[in-house]
């Protein structure tokens, strides 16, 4: 996981459990103070929520024990595809060009380009060099892309 995946894993963990987590409790503490539970929406909400809540926190708190941070900045072979590194390949089927950043599988955003290190286009383009042609499975069948670029993060970033 790039340092900035783990610090985001790090604030969503404090924003449930410091901020979230007492509001809810506080509204399950008054629903609860007015009597009868089995028809109380705000008290059913409230335990759902925390249940909710607590399950994600065990998720984060696990994966922050065992997330093992990698600092993309710190790549000595900058000019191959390892993880951290933005990417921009040419599919040859079309010649329209992608770029997409290599991160961790918690960090994937396909949207902002963000792709898992273990998805089918990162896999094929691990270890390349700009120049060089790599097969990527997709949904469609086995396509052809080359490396345009090949870019990492400054130090400091």
Same mark, same amino acid.
């Given at each position: +996981?790039?340092?900035?995946?783990? #610090?985001?894993?790090?604030?969503?963990? *404090?924003?449930?459990? =410091?901020?979230? *987590?007492?509001?809810?409790? !506080?509204? @399950?503490?008054?629903?609860? &103070?007015?009597?009868?539970?089995?028809?109380?929406?705000?008290?059913?909400? $409230?335990?759902?929520?925390?249940?909710?809540?607590? $399950?994600?926190?065990?998720?984060?708190?696990?994966?922050?024990?065992?997330?093992? @941070?990698?600092?993309?900045?710190?790549?000595?072979?900058?000019?191959? @595809?390892?993880?951290?590194?933005?990417?921009?390949?040419? *599919? +040859?089927?079309? !010649?329209?060009?992608?770029?997409?950043?290599?991160? $961790?599988?918690? =960090?994937?955003?396909? #949207?902002?380009?963000?792709? &898992?290190?273990?998805?089918?286009?990162?896999?094929?383009?691990?270890?390349?060099?700009?120049? !060089?042609?790599?097969?990527? *499975?997709?949904?469609?069948?086995? #396509?052809?892309?080359? @490396?345009?670029?090949?870019?990492?993060?400054?130090? $400091?970033?």
């Amino acid at each position: +996981m790039t340092p900035a995946g783990a #610090e985001a894993l790090r604030e969503e963990l *404090r924003a449930l459990w =410091e901020d979230e *987590r007492p509001k809810v409790v !506080d509204i @399950v503490s008054w629903a609860a &103070s007015l009597g009868d539970r089995s028809e109380n929406a705000d008290y059913q909400y $409230g335990k759902r929520r925390l249940r909710q809540i607590d $399950g994600r926190v065990r998720f984060l708190r696990k994966r922050l024990d065992r997330v093992q @941070v990698v600092d993309p900045a710190a790549q000595a072979k900058r000019d191959q @595809v390892f993880f951290g590194a933005t990417v921009t390949y040419a *599919r +040859m089927s079309d !010649d329209a060009e992608v770029t997409i950043r290599i991160v $961790g599988v918690d =960090e994937a955003n396909a #949207e902002c380009g963000d792709v &898992s290190w273990v998805a089918p286009v990162a896999r094929a383009l691990l270890g390349a060099r700009v120049g !060089d042609l790599r097969r990527v *499975r997709t949904p469609a069948g086995l #396509e052809e892309v080359e @490396v345009v670029a090949v870019v990492y993060p400054s130090a $400091g970033t």
